[in-house]
T-cell receptor
């Protein structure tokens, strides 16, 4: 059974700092997804990682995938307040997506 | 163009009643997905459609849940004999296409605003 774990679950950081959110999954998965959710809002798709070694970047966010380690990371560079949100990763397996618990990111001025 | 829309935005119902939740995907999107988000269970994938067919219904929480999609467009998620544990936000998403490998297909999913279901 595919399981997905994120860490940390809560992250409070200062503007301008760098940090990484980790997403581990338990069984083979060829696709890994990252989403953002603002409070009271729906989900926004951020990245889709399709293969081992895939790296995608959008603004201050960069996601990577290591299928051998069953690990994806979401790296935040020089954080700004607007990035405060909950971030979810999801791995694809057996005709469904399995989500991590989410990482609630708070960026303080 | 319009995004994914869902109706109703909020639904309060009594335990034991049936409810129907509707999703209108982006025009031309062949893949449609249903998810559920609750405090206790987090985000759960329920079911996806390729066109009008749903290849795998095993993600539905119980046999009280059913979903259909007609005309390759609108989808309805029906919950019969609602229970309090069904209370959650039900999210729908669509994407342009999908591949044989499964949901998502590498295409961006666009999410609707969700339907908040409260079962009293």
């Amino acid at each position: 059974e595919l399981k997905v774990e994120q860490n940390p679950l809560f992250l409070s950081m200062q503007e301008g700092k760098n940090y990484t959110i980790y997403c581990n999954y338990s069984t083979t998965s060829d696709r890994l997804y990252w989403y953002r959710q603002d409070p009271g809002k729906s989900l926004e798709s951020l990245f889709v990682l399709l293969s081992n070694g895939a790296v995608k970047q959008e603004g201050r966010l960069m996601a990577s995938l290591d299928t051998k380690a069953r690990l994806s990371t979401l790296h935040i560079t020089a954080a700004v307040h607007d990035l405060s949100a909950t971030y979810f990763c999801a791995a694809e397996g057996a005709q469904k997506l399995v989500f991590g618990q989410g990482t609630r990111l708070t960026i303080n001025p | 163009g319009a995004g994914v829309s869902q109706s109703p935005s909020n639904k309060v119902t009594e335990k034991g009643k049936d409810v129907e939740l509707r999703c209108d995907p982006i025009s031309g999107h062949t893949a449609l997905y249903w998810y559920r988000q609750s405090l206790g269970q987090g985000l759960e994938f329920l079911i996806y459609f390729q066109g009008n067919s749903a290849p795998d219904k095993s993600g539905l929480p119980s046999d009280r849940f059913s979903a259909e999609r007609t005309g390759g467009s609108v989808s309805t998620l029906t919950i019969q004999r609602t229970q309090q544990e069904d209370s959650a936000v039900y999210l729908c998403a669509s994407s342009l296409r999908w591949l044989a490998g499964g949901p998502g297909s590498g295409d961006t999913q666009y999410f609707g605003p969700g339907t908040r279901l409260t079962v009293l």
